[in-house]
């Protein structure tokens, strides 16, 4: 038996496994920017939260 005829008959080709474990890089690399992007959010709300509530209340009475 040849060398790598196994992986040949399975189906798992190099540039096949390579392909998906690509897109399974590029899925984590979103959901990781995703967190970071909601960790953001949620630090600047704790920080912002009283001066944008107040900046709201003043534009919502000036309509």
């Known amino acids: 038996m ?3 005829t196994t992986s040949a ?3 798992d080709h ?5 392909r998906s474990t690509e897109a399974g890089q590029g ?3 979103y959901g990781l920017i995703l967190a970071i ?4 959010c ?4 704790l920080f912002f939260g ?3 509530s107040s ?3 003043l534009i919502a009475s000036a309509v």
């Open 9 to 11: 008959l399975h189906g």
């Open 37 to 40: 992007m909601a960790v953001v």
């Open 50 to 52: 009283d001066q944008l």
């Open 2 to 4: 040849r060398r790598g």
């Open 55 to 57: 900046l709201l209340s």
């Open 42 to 45: 949620v630090v600047s709300l």
């Open 27 to 29: 899925l984590i690399e």
């Open 14 to 18: 190099p540039s096949r496994l390579r």
